[in-house]
């Protein structure tokens, strides 16, 4: 078995990988698979084009796109050893596509392939290594994260319909507020993953422009014409996904900018789903001591010495997810400063940190809206018990009685351990005549409180 990963006389990859091993024995992290795939969708479609461009003949052409779809399939994935912190253009990652590229070729040709001249031709690891990243990025948010979000957003506006009248006690700043229903709550979560979908859309056509065609410098340097707007037409065609080339190629390499702003845009996504989940966990504390307001699904056991002790698995794990999420954006915004003229040189840990978010952030939502939103129960007795007996109820007194008698009112409801409207009564405003009793209950009902004569219900997220 060679170091390559197949039977053959000698490892698939060459003298730079070899070097690369050596310098760089680090974390023993690899450069991230997506990356690896995307790179290979270019060498595959670079050889192509540099055929028809007169770059190379039409049997190396072949024979290098063939053997880069072989990567692409998920072959030879051992061959690709490098640590991520590594040449901070991530050449080393490059050569490592190159070489293996070029010896794959070689055994179908039957003749030597160079990893520089053939495999590499029309290209430096400055402009294909970011342009990698970014295929391989956006290839993830459109074709997973973003279809996990609008499974979230699915499932809470289920969940928010199911539960449209469940009327609750609203809080602001952990201290009870006036009533709110269970159904808005959960629509205005799903609302927040609505928004994060549209964050990431409004940065895609920066994070989709591509540098490929600046080659070492941002100049185009031994590039022949029209070779990087076919190349990028091409991956656009294979993939899907709205590629085109960067519109300053200066820009377009030595900056990694929208790399930065993507990685931002997740690290809000983190935080709303923080939210989220400190809803739930706060809503499902108790069973006894607790608000108890829903119950989440019993995925395990949720105590090694408690019995009978079930825990918010899910939102914990989720709001981890999100803690390494802005950990990592922070990552991302340190290496995107860490360029100087023509080229950034932390390319390699922004391309291990981005995909790493968006496919943290892909499984994670899923999980919370499969094993957690669809399954929980809300005890709606319990929450209607609350949305009555607080004290906040005293704000829909403000028009009758005024601010200051409202709130004299909500502090004897407190003293004395009794409702707003055993209070409102207990302090003579039925028996004055300022309120009847029909207004009075029609006035508290936490439900109709939550619906304001003249407010227009939004629209679902």
């Known amino acids: 078995m060679g170091k390559g990963g197949g039977m053959s006389q000698r490892p698939l990859w060459g003298q730079q990988t070899e070097l690369a091993i050596d310098n760089f024995p680090i974390s023993g992290e690899t450069m991230p698979p997506e990356f690896l795939k995307a790179m290979a969708q270019i060498k595959a479609e670079a050889a192509l084009v540099n055929a028809a461009l007169g770059v190379l003949d039409a049997s190396m052409a072949d024979a290098i796109s063939d053997a880069a779809e072989q990567v692409i399939a998920g072959d030879h994935h051992d061959a690709f050893p490098l640590d991520v912190f590594q040449t901070g253009s991530g050449t080393s990652s490059n050569m490592n596509m190159n070489e293996v590229l070029a010896t794959l070729a070689e055994r179908t040709l039957g ?57 609750k006690a609203g809080r602001t700043h952990l201290v009870d507020a006036v009533p709110v229903t269970l159904g808005q709550e959960l629509h205005g979560h799903a609302a927040q993953v609505a928004r994060s979908v549209e964050r990431l859309e409004s940065t895609l056509p920066r994070l989709a422009e591509v540098p490929l065609g600046g080659t070492a410098a941002g100049t185009g340097i031994n590039m022949p ?65 607790g608000l108890a307001e829903i119950r989440l699904p019993e995925l395990q056991k949720g105590s090694s010495i408690m019995p ?27 290496a995107g400063a860490s360029g100087s003229f023509e080229l950034n040189v932390q390319m390699p840990v ?37 949305a009555e007996g607080t004290t906040a ?30 209070a409102t009564e207990a302090r003579g405003h039925l028996e004055s005549g300022r309120l009847d009793a029909e207004t009075l209950d029609r006035v508290l009902d936490p439900l109709r409180l939550t619906r304001p004569p003249g407010r227009r219900e939004p629209p679902l997220a």
């Open 225 to 289: 014409a029209g070779f990087a707007a076919a190349v990028i037409e091409r991956l656009a065609d294979r993939t899907g996904l709205p590629l085109v080339e960067a519109r300053n190629h200066m820009e377009g390499n030595a900056a990694r900018d929208a790399m930065v702003e993507t990685s931002g845009q997740l690290r809000v996504l983190a935080v709303a789903l923080t939210k989220i989940c400190n809803d739930l966990r706060w809503m499902s504390s108790g069973p006894r001591a």
């Open 111 to 167: 003749r030597p392939v160079h990893p520089n001249d053939h495999v590499n031709a029309s290209q430096s690891s400055n402009d294909t290594v970011p342009t990698a990243i970014a295929l391989a990025a956006t290839d993830a948010i459109v074709h997973r994260l973003m279809p996990a979000l609008w499974h979230l957003h699915g499932a809470l506006e289920r969940k928010g319909l199911e539960y449209a009248d469940a009327v």
């Open 350 to 386: 922004i391309a291990r940190n981005l995909l790493e978010q968006i496919r943290l952030l892909t499984n994670a939502t899923r999980l919370l809206a499969d094993r957690c939103i669809e399954g929980f129960e809300a005890d709606v007795d319990r929450m209607r018990e609350y």
């Open 393 to 422: 109820l005293a704000t829909a007194l403000n028009p009758y009685l005024g601010y200051e008698e409202a709130a004299e009112i909500a502090k004897h409801a407190l003293k004395s351990r009794t409702s707003i409207r055993a």
């Open 308 to 334: 009978g002790k079930v825990n918010p698995v899910i939102p914990e794990a989720v709001l981890m997810v999100c803690t390494q999420v802005v950990g990592n954006d922070t990552a991302i915004a340190w």
